[in-house]
């Protein structure tokens, strides 16, 4: 069970907002901005068509966010994956992004294909894409050995040392799965303290890491309902998984003995 939950809490380090480190909206794109704001996507999806056939990359990769959620055009992964890729081949460096994270979780159908993944991550690391050099770490982490570990802590120091909470999130996960695979309390400790620390600061991963933790009882005391307070919390931000989590969650609460009057 450990080691399931692990590779669950290690997952939610590698899952992030695509979108959050795209470059900053192009004039060229403005009509299909004010189309999404007015969550027209059907409109948005046929203006960012028109662009992505001049050839532009960034309409690929925002077409292919939109075909990938099925907004504004039926859901097609593979119709998203193809889009990706053209936008890659293009240099756009969030397209080598996503196409990394897909072939890391398996995401848009594809096999998890590490070799893949770590090609497409290294890309767009190299492009200055910081939640890419995370998603490489982790992507070493998965591999195992001493050699990848040391090289995946490598890519995680120079963010670390800027405070970026999805680095430190990463490095947290690291330390508490070698703390329990190795038996070592100081890793497992530290670990779990970063988690906490980032969980109050809002950082909506780790929150998701304690709320996860609280639930299985595995790595620390089972707190249902301290696990109820935070997937409700985050099921109102609609963070993806916390409505299904919560619901697990009630029903568990359901099930224990009720305490007699």
């Known amino acids: ?19 959050a480190d795209q470059p900053a909206v192009n004039p060229a794109f403005s009509k299909a901005d004010e189309y999404i704001k007015a969550q027209n996507y059907t409109a948005a999806y046929q ?18 966010l939109l075909t990938q959620t099925g907004q504004g055009t039926a859901q097609s992964n593979s119709k998203a994956l193809k889009l990706y890729e053209d936008s890659a081949k293009k240099g756009y460096p969030v397209s080598n992004l996503a196409l990394g994270q897909a072939y890391l979780t398996g995401g848009l159908g594809v096999k998890p294909d590490n070799k893949k993944a770590k090609e497409y991550l290294q ?24 050699k990848s570990n040391k090289e995946g802590l490598a890519k995680l120091a ?25 038996k070592n309390e100081v890793s ?50 609609n963070v993806p998984q916390a409505k299904e989590s919560l619901a697990t969650v009630n029903k568990l609460i359901a099930t224990q003995p009720k305490a007699k009057s």
């Open 1 to 19: 069970m450990k080691k399931i939950l692990i590779a669950s809490l290690l997952a939610l380090s590698s899952v992030v907002a695509v979108a």
């Open 47 to 64: 203006e960012l068509d028109r662009l992505a056939k001049t050839g532009n990359a960034q309409a690929m990769y925002n077409l292919a």
């Open 123 to 146: 890309k767009a690391s190299d492009q200055g894409m910081e939640d890419a050099t995370v998603d490489l770490a982790v992507a070493l982490f998965s591999e195992g050995t001493d």
């Open 158 to 182: 120079p963010l670390i040392a800027k405070n970026n909470y999805k680095a430190m999130h990463a490095k947290a996960l690291y330390d508490l799965t070698q703390g329990i695979k190795n």
């Open 188 to 237: 497992f400790k530290a670990g779990l303290q970063t988690i906490e620390t980032l969980g109050k600061k809002g950082y909506i991963p780790a929150l998701l890491a304690i709320a996860n933790m609280y639930t299985n009882g595995n790595i620390i005391q089972q707190n249902l309902p301290e696990a109820k307070k935070i997937f409700e919390a985050l099921a109102k931000e």
